[in-house]
């Protein structure tokens, strides 16, 4: 996919997933923030980045770890992320906080500023993972530390075929490479890449519980990355992607709802 095709396709349909997001990704992907969060190991007064931050579900946690005397920059590419964000930290007058839109790949933000910098499941769907982790080594001060999480191997993602189901009915894949830093050492080498050194990873199993088929249905189709495809398709395609994502999850099904298997993995450096 050409890497601006993919830019707009992540830009508007995160934009369409804000509403949903938190309910259905806020218990779900806490496991790998925390762990990121832990290694990540943010000292009061400390700048921190954090990349693709959504609604803030990580840079508010990490705004309490600094402090007041040291400040948190989110950014996301989906304006209506950094808008839901921004306006969250003014209602609760959350002061060490600001959100700017921009891309990963290129950040508007000066050489050798932050102590840390953050990415929870921001990486998997930028054309170009390592000039992302470049642009994060860019900013951080010597010595700074990045500390990331991404979805782990596909086999272990039990949803994973939210994809191919929405492949076939669009022209181009939604994310066409997501799996790819999850598996085998990738993530590692990516950091190596992008200048780090000290490198290290970790792998966590984890559940995806959800209460019945509707709160499946809209985590996959409404909250995430496929919600722009979604939102463009009549109600016999919807109901189509229904019925063949809920029997892909079948196996998974039990007494109080799903627990679909899913996999996590956090990769951790230093400049
Ligand atoms: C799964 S959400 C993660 C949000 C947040 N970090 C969290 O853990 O809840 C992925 C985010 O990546 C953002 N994103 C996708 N492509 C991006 C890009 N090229 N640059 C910056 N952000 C991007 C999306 O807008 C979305 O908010």
Known sequence: MQPDLQRRVQRYGWDKAVDF???AWRQQLEPGQSLMLEKANIQPGEHVLDVACGTGLVTFQAAELTGTDGEVTGTDLSDKMVENAARFA???NITNVGFKQMDAESLSLPDSYFDVALDAFGTMYYPDPVQSFREKNRVLKQGGRISVAVWGKRDRCGWAEIFPIVDARVKSEVCPMFFQLGTGDTLAYSLKEAGFRDIQTERITTKLHYDNADEALGAA???GPVALAYARFDENIRREVHEEYLASIELFR???GYA???E???GWGVK
């Open 254 to 256: 039990n007494d109080i």
């Open 21 to 23: 997001y938190d309910r």
């Open 260 to 262: 679909i298997p899913g």
């Open 264 to 266: 996590f993995v956090v």
């Open 221 to 223: 189709f409404k909250g």
């Open 90 to 92: 003014s209602e609760k």
